[in-house]
């Protein structure tokens, strides 16, 4: 259930599911777990690697695990960029990171999820046309979400018409984020990236 890092040089994420599965897709900043959850019983042929340091996250996860008896979630206790290191490259179908922390002060930017090295590192891991989802409702987060995105040679915004980010995707149940963030009338974004084809 939990995964641990060891001194090895790389994880090999396939051998941490008992059972035989199609594809890896990674969620980091899982929160309560509710998306996670839902995606896992969705989709049972996925193995999910859930990424939260919050002990009472991680708390909420295990208990909808057990209660909806989930056998393909894999949990790492930590910084995501720590797993995402030890990852081979080219393995991840598919990326969660819904409503990650803003830090809307200036001053606190360079704690934002989202930087230049993360991408780097979340584009090795990607498989070639891998799908990276990502939502927010800060409009500051937004535009730098946009901006390390846009000028990432690796990742292609899927959007074409507004309604493409102003919904989400069928399969893409309400975190909590998002349900406080529409309580408070706070205007949700949601972006689908797509990891271009390696060369
Ligand atoms: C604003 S909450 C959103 C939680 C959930 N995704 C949702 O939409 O309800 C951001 C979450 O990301 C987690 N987080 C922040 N930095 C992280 C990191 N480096 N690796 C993994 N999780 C992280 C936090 O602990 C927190 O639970």
Not at 55 to 82: F, H, P, Q, T, W
Not at 147 to 164: C, G, I, L, T
Not at 175 to 181: I, N, P, Q, S
Request: aromatic share 12%; with cysteine; proline share 7%.
């Amino acid at each position: 259930m939990e995964i641990n890092l060891t001194r090895e040089n790389t994880l090999d994420p396939w051998a941490c599911f008992s059972r035989d599965i199609d594809d890896i897709w990674l969620e980091i900043g899982f929160g309560g777990g509710e998306h996670l959850a839902w995606q896992a019983k969705t989709y049972p042929r996925i193995g999910f690697v859930g990424c939260e340091p919050f002990l009472n996250g991680i708390v909420k996860l295990l208990s909808r695990i057990r209660s909806m008896e989930l056998e393909n979630v894999r949990l790492y206790r930590d910084d995501a960029r720590l797993l995402i290191a030890r990852l081979p490259a080219n393995i991840i179908g598919r990326a969660f990171i819904l409503f990650p922390d803003p830090w809307p002060k200036l001053r606190h930017h360079k704690r934002r999820l989202i930087s230049e090295g993360v991408l780097g590192s979340l584009a090795e891991v990607l498989r070639d046309e891998a799908e990276v989802r990502i939502a927010t409702d800060d409009p500051s987060y937004l535009e730098w979400i946009l901006w390390h995105f846009q000028r990432h040679p690796e990742f292609e915004w899927q959007a074409s018409v507004p309604n493409d980010w102003r919904s989400s995707p069928h399969d893409w149940p309400p975190t909590r984020y998002e349900k406080k963030a529409n309580a408070a009338g706070r205007k949700c974004t949601f972006l689908t990236y797509r990891r271009c084809r390696r060369l």
